[in-house]
């Protein structure tokens, strides 16, 4: 029971402090392309089997913050090893994508959602398989961002910390992605 009301306290405390601390203003948070990209980076290399022939191995992830579009673009080195017809071919290349972006906040963590190859390049690949190569590819990257978060504020910055609690906008200007908390309107 103790235990219990330490924990209600903590919480009545934090949310205290974060409205006086964001009552009269806002902050705003900025993220860089290679902020992001270093949180992926982190994750990779993925590597999985698609489609019972498909392997598809996804490096060196690219990000590509899209201004005012509200979408993420980004890209990855993709190597596939098809089995086929009793022997591997293995092609390489890379894919590009866009993405939307949603915003978790139990997590305080961002995700890409649905991505869209935009390009797909697999040298080596024979052409008969080019379409299914690129539904493997698709499958990949939407298995791999769908549990693994671009980015996740942390709990050990205040102001992330509190941007947990009060986030008011998201969005890509100049390249950057902005978060912007606080509980008072800007004028």
Request: charged share 25%; glycine share 6%.
């Amino acid at each position: 029971m103790r235990i219990i009301s330490t924990i209600i306290l903590f919480l009545i405390l934090a949310s205290g402090a974060a409205f006086f601390l964001l009552k009269d203003k806002s902050y705003t948070l900025k993220f860089t392309e290679a902020d992001i990209d270093a949180r992926v980076s982190e994750q990779l290399p993925f590597e999985k089997d698609y489609l019972s022939i498909f392997n598809v191995k996804l490096d060196n992830p690219r990000v590509d913050l899209i201004d005012g579009a509200g979408m993420f673009g980004g890209g990855a080195d993709a190597i596939v090893t098809v089995s086929f017809m009793g022997r591997d071919i293995m092609a390489s290349g890379g894919t590009d994508f866009t993405s939307g972006v949603r915003y978790e906040p139990s997590e305080g963590a961002f995700y890409l959602t649905n991505p869209s190859i935009t390009n797909l390049t697999l040298n080596g690949l024979p052409p008969t398989l080019t379409n299914r190569a690129k539904n493997a590819m698709s499958l990949a990257l939407a298995e791999f961002y769908r549990d693994r978060p671009i980015y996740v504020l942390s709990d050990e910055d205040m102001r992330q910390q509190a941007a947990k609690m009060v986030l008011r906008d998201v969005e890509v200007k100049d390249e950057v992605l902005h978060i912007t908390m606080g509980l008072a309107k800007d004028e």
